[in-house]
T-cell receptor, first 111, second 113 residues
Framework: EPEVTQTPSHQVTQMGQEVILRCVPISNHLYFYWYRQILGQKVEFLVSFYNNEISEKSEIFDDQFSVERPDGSNFTLKIRSTKLEDSAMYFC?????????FGNGTRLTVT | AQSVTQLGSHVSVSEGALVLLRCNYSSSVPPYLFWYVQYPNQGLQLLLKYTSAATLVKGINGFEAEFKKSETSFHLTKPSAHMSDAAEYFCAVSDRGNTPLVFGKGTRLSVIA
């Protein structure tokens, strides 16, 4: 069964550094999403992406965040200048017109 | 705006016992409701979904959930727990299909031999 792939599985970075989290969605999907889960808290919506543009974003998704689909297969989340509170598990998801399919997540640790 | 409340952050059952994980939602429009499961070090896997068809929804691994509009609930059940059911379970709601899903805080299910 096709699956959403995220790399790396764990990323450690220093505060103030830029990080790029990578995702390869399922190939025929058109809708892409990023969610995050701070340890012990809810899974929170960050952003959705369709037709090469952001379709919706939450208040969490401020100017420090950006998303890109640089080619036909990758979908990336960039955090420009990481803060301690950005430490979380970040999930990528994709969908056609059905339910979301999630990747295994990238655990981001900001020190 | 939608919201989801999952009662009980941790539920423990004996192997073979009934599993009941509670979810109540709030939505100003008819909701779409989902249950996802997360096994350790894995992503979120869809267990089942309600999209305004039958109120009793059957999912994978023997789980089912019943949509009760009068109670604004979508509780997840399984008649007989198995050790492999130990995981984190998330209820989620959407008012426009899949985006954006609003998740509950999750319930960790432990199964005791």
């Amino acid at each position: 069964e096709p699956e959403v792939t995220q790399t790396p599985s764990h990323q450690v970075t220093q505060m103030g550094q830029e990080v790029i989290l990578r995702c390869v969605p399922i190939s025929n999907h058109l809708y892409f999403y990023w969610y995050r889960q701070i340890l012990g808290q809810k899974v929170e919506f960050l952003v959705s992406f369709y037709n090469n543009e952001i379709s919706e974003k939450s208040e969490i998704f401020d100017d420090q965040f950006s998303v890109e689909r640089p080619d036909g297969s990758n979908f990336t989340l960039k955090i420009r200048s990481t803060k301690l509170e950005d430490s979380a598990m970040y999930f990528c998801a994709s969908a056609d017109r059905g339910p979301l399919h999630f990747g295994n997540g990238t655990r981001l640790t900001v020190t | 705006a939608q919201s989801v409340t999952q009662l009980g952050s941790h539920v423990s059952v004996s192997e073979g016992a009934l599993v009941l994980l509670r979810c109540n939602y709030s939505s100003s429009v008819p909701p779409y409701l989902f249950w996802y499961v997360q096994y350790p070090n894995q992503g979120l896997q869809l267990l089942l979904k309600y999209t305004s068809a039958a109120t009793l929804v059957k999912g994978i691994n023997g789980f089912e959930a019943e949509f009760k509009k009068s109670e604004t609930s979508f509780h997840l059940t399984k008649p007989s727990a198995h050790m492999s059911d130990a995981a984190e379970y998330f209820c989620a709601v959407s008012d426009r299909g899949n985006t954006p899903l609003v998740f509950g805080k999750g319930t960790r299910l432990s199964v005791i031999a």
